[in-house]
């Protein structure tokens, strides 16, 4: 059956948003709020009353509407819950009205997740891909009895239950480190312990220069550390590699056991950054848009280095430091330069560095058994929707 044959309606946001105020209880959402089975309500665009319910008459958006994200990241699907706050929306997003009778709002959101290959192929565009509404009503999906339906739904429910517990652990490890390192350190830009206040410069170094490695000659094989390869929970895949002469210029040089820290919007923001670590022959480059702190030697430790950069004040004073214009903002060196931080002594950053270490065990466990639960997730939604 096509969407249009399963839905009541199918609508989308204003495509002239009013203006915004500064805060208030009526919220507009953007396709940047939608993803897969979660819809999140982080900067949203606040509204006057009045123009909320001018802009709501068009999106209709109620508990139970399937969102489909249709303008720049398209595809990513979520059910509107009914403890959810009341919002509208910009065009970026349809809202599915389903047919309760015919299809249930969570086997929808699932089938839509499985067309998800082909609504991205049918999006067009340059600067920011879009698929326009009467193709999205004319997706056909395979929609068997309502009781077929909801047991494919309790399934997939658990099966996506399972990943989020597992994505919460590692949120959880990821806590326990930050809180370990305020316990042993403080927060970041504080002196709690009496150590002093110095320039982040002046514990590491910024952005060192490959000129000082001897290792950097013609024929040698290095790691190869793309932006992608980076996550926002301190994980690198350093296992591609090229040869020097590929990477010797346009890319950025970092060596094992440097921090990269991304300097550029969004990536800053979200958190990308990692030690650098298995780089093949101790040496890696990668993208541009990496600064890369370097650890002092019997000053500083690169996890203390790390964790410090990862925390969400950090990243909030150096996006208030971006230069440069909207899209291509980025953390200048300056700002890492002239941070102040409290340096505390060598052993305890060693000491911290081993409680991590411990932690990332850990996370490895995790991370196979996350791993593990998506291949599950994977294979049922094949099987349930090819």
């Known amino acids: 059956m096509k969407i249009k044959d399963v839905c009541l309606g199918i609508t989308d946001g ?61 595809g990513r699907v979520a059910v509107v819950d009914e403890k959810m706050p009341q919002f509208t929306l910009q065009r970026s997003v349809a809202v599915l009205h389903p047919n309760k009778d015919i299809c249930s709002s969570r086997y929808l959101m699932y089938a839509l997740r499985g067309k998800r290959m082909y609504i991205e192929s049918r999006a067009k565009g340059v600067a920011q891909k879009g698929i326009y509404l009467k193709e999205v009503a004319d997706i056909e999906l395979q929609v068997p009895e309502i009781s077929e339906q909801n047991a494919i739904v309790e399934v997939l429910d658990k099966s996506a239950l399972i990943m989020k517990f597992y994505q919460q652990q590692l949120q959880k490890l990821d806590e326990l480190v930050k809180a370990r390192f305020v316990e042993l350190f403080g927060m970041p830009g504080t002196d709690a312990f009496g150590w002093g206040l110095v320039p982040l410069g002046s514990t590491c170094n910024i952005n060192p220069k490959k000129s000082l490695d001897s290792r950097l000659v013609s024929g040698a094989v290095v790691s190869f550390v793309p932006m992608p390869a980076v996550t926002e929970h301190g994980e690198i895949d350093a296992t591609a590699i090229k040869e020097y002469d590929e990477v010797k210029t346009g890319f950025t040089y970092f060596a094992e ?78 700002f890492l330069e002239n941070y102040r931080v409290s340096l505390p002594p060598i052993a305890l950053q060693e000491q911290f ?6 932690t990332d065990k850990s996370k490895v466990a995790v991370q196979k058994a996350l791993d593990e639960a998506q291949l599950l997730f994977d294979s049922l939604m094949q099987k349930y929707f090819g």
């Open 14 to 74: 204003s495509h002239n948003p009013p203006q915004g105020v500064e805060n208030s209880n009526y919220l507009m959402l953007s396709s940047k709020n939608i993803f897969d089975d979660e819809i999140t309500f982080d900067s949203p665009r606040y509204l006057t009353q009045i123009d909320f319910e001018q802009e709501n008459k068009r999106s209709k958006v109620k508990s139970g509407d399937v969102l489909l994200t249709i303008v720049g990241t398209v």
């Open 257 to 334: 056991n440097d921090v990269l820290f991304a300097k550029i919007t969004p990536c800053m923001e979200n958190g990308k950054g990692a030690v650098a670590k298995g780089l093949h022959n101790g040496i890696g480059f990668g993208s541009t848009e990496f600064h890369v702190l370097r650890p002092i030697s019997g000053k500083t430790d690169p996890y203390w280095i790390y964790t410090l950069t990862a925390f969400s004040q950090f990243r909030m004073d150096a996006a208030s430091n971006m230069t440069g214009s909207a899209g291509q903002r980025r953390v200048p060196a300056s």
């Open 353 to 358: 560095a081993a409680f991590v270490e411990q």
